[in-house]
């Protein structure tokens, strides 16, 4: 990526990330990256494509730190263990773009502004494993947008508390452990 992009592009997280989507204009995204309006405007003409771009480039950081130390022989629940805590140890060393991709992965706002059509967390998950356990029986018989919901929503709760409530190491260790057995429990048949 060249310089002045990435600079366009970290630039325009960290304000979306601070002040929301409506309330940047390209002008400031511009001013804090350094560079001129113009120029902004030849790599991306409208906020639509740099949110899309910062939506792309976000997913794949979370797909990298997701599965990394991922192996092939790992089970399915040893599998979203290993995404939980990863995905979790990054939201919390990086709040603010975790809060942007939440953001532009499920507000109705830039849904329709990216043309997104649902809670598109589904970069994230093992979708064959998913549907291989749901064929065999050992998890719950859910459509998989649902088990990503599920997912979702009880890591972000996850993420938030941890947040707010600043825990130390261990009991936030315990958290998250004990989260991630809570959505386990909710979908595996025993």
Not at 5 to 15: C, M, Q
Not at 23 to 50: C, G, M, Y
Request: glycine residues 2%; negative net charge; charged residues 25%.
């Amino acid at each position: 990526m060249e310089p002045k992009h990435k600079r366009i592009i970290e630039a325009a997280i960290a304000l979306f990330a601070q002040r929301g989507l409506d309330n940047i204009s390209t002008a400031q995204i511009a001013r804090a990256a350094d560079v001129s309006l113009p120029i902004l405007l030849q790599e991306f003409d409208s906020k639509e494509p740099l949110l899309q771009e910062i939506l792309h480039q976000l997913k794949r950081e979370t797909i990298r730190v997701a599965h990394n130390d991922l192996r092939i022989d790992m089970g399915l629940r040893e599998h979203l263990s290993l995404v939980w805590h990863n995905l979790i140890e990054w939201a919390l060393e990086h709040p603010e773009r975790y809060q942007l991709l939440l953001t532009l992965c499920t507000s109705n706002q830039a849904q329709t502004l990216l043309g997104l059509s649902h809670d598109d967390f589904s970069h994230l998950f093992p979708k064959e494993p998913m549907l291989d356990a749901i064929e065999h029986g050992t998890i719950a018989t859910l459509p998989s947008l649902y088990h990503q919901h599920l997912f979702r929503l009880l890591l972000d709760g996850t993420v938030q508390y941890i947040l707010r409530t600043k825990p130390d190491d261990k009991q936030c260790r315990l958290y998250i452990d004990q989260t991630f057995a809570l959505y386990w429990r909710a979908i595996h048949n025993r």
